[in-house]
């Protein structure tokens, strides 16, 4: 994606004193970056506040990350946000990240609409309350002929729910005669997971120093580098970020292979 050179310039002014933008090439950008957002219940403990407190801060950093990838010129940007597995959480906790998330994209759609921004969701959106499913419809379909950066936001997704999902259709598919079980490869798979079309990740930036994947991606991040930072997601600010791809950039990417001499 095409950078606007001096708005990016003015959005990285006045650096801490250990990153700046010119710790990083930019020639050198990931297309793909991934976040687990991990801490908004931690950080608001911290504060002696409610976890709720928690997920509204933690909406903060995601539109400074959405925006810092736009600047960075970013191709996709994906987030966590919501798992298969947290339908076990506190009904009351579920009942207000299902509202968090339809008021939020509601309020952050001008943000889109300013940055070119397409938005697209990994999970099963049709199985959310009737509400939320409907905002999030309205925001692919407001969205949808943008072609700046990509957002893809995973909601009631789960990796392996995923794979299983892929595979019957898979099955459906030599079932009909489509396809033939020769032709079932690792692209037959891809392109039948939530994230068809897309690059894999290069970069997942996981938050608050927990060292799992959580059942996040686990096909796609096959070959991802990932870092892991001690910051609370609602800590975590545009120099993160940038922290984060300097570290990306000096890692030696072989993908199985060895560096040639």
């Known amino acids: 994606m095409e950078r606007d050179e001096a708005k990016l310039r003015a959005y990285f002014e006045e650096p801490p004193a250990d990153v700046s933008l010119e710790d990083v090439d930019l020639a050198r950008i990931p297309r793909h970056v991934s976040f687990i957002m991990d801490g908004n219940g ?3 403990q911290a504060r002696g506040l409610a976890r709720s407190k928690g997920h509204a801060a933690g909406v903060d950093s995601l539109r400074e ?8 010129g970013v191709d996709v940007l994906s987030a966590y946000a919501f798992s298969t597995e947290n339908w076990r959480r506190p009904q009351e906790e579920v009942n207000l990240l299902m509202h968090l998330f339809a008021t939020t994209l509601v309020k952050e759609l001008p943000l889109f609409h300013q940055e070119n921004v397409r ?3 990994l999970g099963d959106i049709d199985a959310l309350p009737k509400k939320t499913a409907n905002v999030f419809q309205r925001g692919l379909d407001e969205t949808a002929g943008y ?3 990509t957002f893809a936001l995973a909601v009631n997704y789960g990796s392996r729910a995923e794979m299983a999902r892929a595979a019957r259709m898979i099955a459906s598919d030599v079932a009909a005669g489509i396809l033939d079980k020769d032709q079932i490869d690792e692209q037959a798979i891809a392109d039948r997971l939530y994230t068809a079309g897309l690059p894999d990740p290069e970069l997942l930036v996981r938050t608050s120093g927990e060292l799992r994947l959580s059942n996040y991606l686990l096909w796609q ?3 991802t580098e990932i870092v ?9 600010s545009r120099w993160d970020y940038l922290r984060a791809i300097r570290s990306y950039q000096h890692r030696d990417r072989r993908f199985g292979g060895v560096t040639s001499a």
């Not at 990350?65 to 960075?72: E, G, I, W």
Request: glycine content about 4%; overall charge neutral; charged content about 20%.
């Open 147 to 149: 072609d700046g950066m």
């Open 42 to 44: 931690r950080w608001a």
């Open 65 to 72: 990350a959405v925006t810092t990838s736009v600047r960075l």
């Open 119 to 121: 938005l697209r969701f």
């Open 228 to 236: 892991v930072t001690d910051v609370l997601w609602p800590d975590f």
């Open 221 to 223: 991040l096959a070959y």
